[in-house]
């Protein structure tokens, strides 16, 4: 498949349902990576196989798209992003949802976030969508200043409290 964009050495296209063993890597690198997290530290033990069932689902979806990136011959990074339906009482009715970004250790800092991100941007003015939304980890200083200088704002936080059996 043709590459959608090539900038700063960095070839972005669409991913494809032939792409799912790559997708499926990338994806649970970035689940391994934040193994800390207190939300996506918590993986299944049969992750690989559901992984691939779900990834296969959305690299099929019209409403989703998966993009990668890469430079040379190698794959660097994965976005995937989702046309969302917003709440009905609030505007906009739809966005743009950003997640799984992931871009592998040595390929950080060279423009494969921003190629990646530059795509989903299109794609999603491509579908008269006028926003993008995304959650990030609240702990990671370094994504949290990425994602702030690639123009996102912290409008919200996500709280969390587990819930103990009853006695």
Not at 13 to 29: C, F, G, H, K, P
Not at 57 to 79: C, H, P, Y
């Amino acid at each position: 498949m043709k590459p959608l964009e090539r900038k700063r050495g960095v070839a972005v296209r669409r991913a494809t349902e032939a792409d799912l063993a790559v997708v499926t890597e990338l994806r649970l690198a970035l689940l391994r990576e934040h193994a800390s997290d207190v939300i996506y530290g918590r993986v299944r033990p049969n992750v690989t196989a559901t992984a691939r069932r779900l990834y296969l689902a959305q690299l099929g979806s019209r409403d989703e798209v998966t993009f990668l990136a890469q430079r040379g011959s190698q794959i660097s990074g994965i976005l995937r992003c989702v046309h969302s339906r917003g709440y009905p009482l609030l505007l906009p009715p739809e966005y743009g949802y950003v997640s799984s970004v992931y871009v592998i250790p040595e390929a950080r800092r060279s423009g494969v976030l921003t190629s990646l991100l530059r795509q989903a941007e299109k794609w999603c003015r491509d579908r008269g969508l006028t926003e993008m939304r995304l959650h990030s980890g609240s702990d990671n200083a370094l994504s949290n200043a990425t994602w702030d200088a690639l123009g996102f704002a912290v409008v919200e936080h996500l709280r969390m409290r587990p819930l103990k059996p009853e006695e």
